[in-house]
Nanobody, 126 residues
Framework: QVQLVESGGGSVQAGGSLRLSCAAS????????MGWFRQAPGKERGGVAG????????YYAYSVKGRFTISKDNAKNTLYLQMNSLRPEVTAMYYC???????????????????WGQGTQVTVSS
């Protein structure tokens, strides 16, 4: 069993930055890949970024490339999402997720991830 707990969300002005964290606990050696997703009110949950277990392979949604950076510290069992140049349209609940069994996780689909955190709210004002 793996548990994920996000933190670091908040309210910022457009152009600002935030760093989200996701602490993993439990049977973390079973995790093959992790990712960040977001869901705005009335919209479907969508992938933002994903990272392999060793941290060497990363994938990003086109809309965040160059502005968001995903990373992980395996010694601390913590996943991060550095978000820069924030825009109001990225306002959403952000979720950390982990998976074990998909070979297509690079597509950042919800169905490829097995374990989810409770989410942390990010609000960007203009």
């Amino acid at each position: 069993q793996v548990q994920l707990v996000e933190s670091g969300g908040g309210s910022v002005q457009a152009g600002g930055s935030l760093r989200l964290s996701c602490a993993a606990s439990g049977y973390t050696s079973s995790i093959f890949y992790m990712g960040w997703f977001r869901q705005a009110p009335g919209k479907e949950r969508g992938g933002v970024a994903g990272i392999s277990g060793d941290g060497m392979t990363k994938y990003y949604a086109y809309s965040v490339k160059g502005r968001f950076t995903i990373s992980k510290d395996n010694a601390k069992n913590t996943l991060y999402l550095q978000m820069n140049s924030l825009r109001p349209e990225v306002t959403a609940m952000y979720y950390c997720a982990a998976g074990r069994a998909s070979y297509t996780w690079r597509n950042l689909r919800v169905e490829d991830f097995d374990v989810w955190g409770q989410g942390t709210q990010v609000t960007v004002s203009s």
